[in-house]
């Protein structure tokens, strides 16, 4: 009678010490899924913090003068690039802009949209405390925002996620 009183005080032993083994094993999961996410969200908001900072400093405008135009391959797509130069407070500023969209798929419909911009007149968007720092594109980063948002509501719900598990595995 004794043996199975020990044996089955071995056994519940043995299923506490692996229970506080799986216990440790997901907090450090959690722990691990927790600081990944942190580290994402913290690239985008910092992203995010850059681009929206250039799109609200680039309050000014002024006549730009398209000194060239460039198509560049990026990937399967082509991209546009003009170089342009614009004349504030008699100081005259050079910059570039590569457009952020269209971009076509095959050198041809590149070069018929490349044209149909040349024959535009064109506006650079310009910081008035720093006119080198201008863009003939001047465009809010909506998708950054989202994707952004989406990382922290992630990162949200593995904080909230941890913070029940932590009261579930205290109650058990």
Request: overall charge positive.
């Amino acid at each position: 009678m004794l043996s199975i009183a020990r044996a089955t005080r071995r056994s519940i032993a043995g299923q506490v010490k692996l229970k506080q083994e799986a216990e440790k094993l997901m907090r450090k999961v959690q722990w691990f899924f927790l600081a990944c996410t942190l580290l994402i969200a913290f690239v985008f908001l910092f992203r995010l913090t850059c681009d929206l900072k250039k799109y609200f400093s680039l309050q000014g405008q002024a006549l730009a003068k398209i000194s060239q135009w460039e198509l560049e391959e990026i990937g399967d797509r082509w991209a546009i690039r003009a170089l342009y130069s614009i004349q504030i407070e008699g100081k005259s500023w050079e910059n570039s802009t590569l457009f952020a969209s269209p971009r076509p798929v095959n050198e041809e419909t590149a070069i018929q949209e490349l044209q149909q911009m040349a024959r535009l007149e064109w506006k650079a968007s310009y910081c008035f405390s720093n006119p080198s720092l201008s863009s003939l594109e001047k465009v809010f980063p909506l998708n950054l925002l989202i994707r952004t948002v989406v990382v922290c509501l992630v990162l949200l719900y593995f904080v909230l996620f941890k913070k029940w598990m932590s009261n579930k595995l205290l109650i058990d």
